[in-house]
């Protein structure tokens, strides 16, 4: 297939200008989403690395955060909008949990539509340890502290924006 004459690719619909600045925008550098796949599969990396020994996956290391912050009984669907995963991928990751021993799921007697999630005393057990990670991981990006809350605050305001576009709930953060 051959590629398209500049002339070719022009709609009537936008001046030439307009449409040359967003075919400038078709570049990878250009490209946010790129940006935020490939810093969250490096960070993402270098978790995977300090986790195994524990052996945590990257998803049981979030859900177990969520779990630690919380100071009453979770349900799985207060779980999944912490999170933001749909129920098709964290119904498992919590299954494979609980399989280890690092958590329980029990149906609430008055409604058994609600499950919730509990750890178990090995769950809490890894508290200290996951901690290390953390602050391995830290240490490990190339980034000062102060550079690292400012853009992990600017990446949650956008999350919050965009989650609130779609009609769902924000977010909170600390």
Known sequence: MTKPARSDLRTADSPPD????WRRELYLDKQLCLALQ???????RIYRGLLEPLGLTYPQYLVLIALWE????VS????RRSLCMD??????????MEAAGLLT????????????????EKGWSLRDEVADVRREVVKRLPMPGAQLAELRSVLQQMNDAILAAE????????
């Open 105 to 120: 799921r029990s149906r609430d007697e008055a409604d058994e539509r609600r499950v919730w999630v509990d750890l178990t």
């Open 70 to 73: 919380q100071t009453e009984r």
């Open 167 to 174: 009609g769902g709930p924000g977010r909170k953060h600390a």
């Open 38 to 44: 490939i810093s969250s599969s490096l960070v993402t």
């Open 87 to 96: 129920t098709g991928a964290l119904t498992p990751l919590v299954k494979r």
């Open 18 to 21: 307009e449409r040359e600045h």
């Open 76 to 79: 799985m669907g207060a779980l």
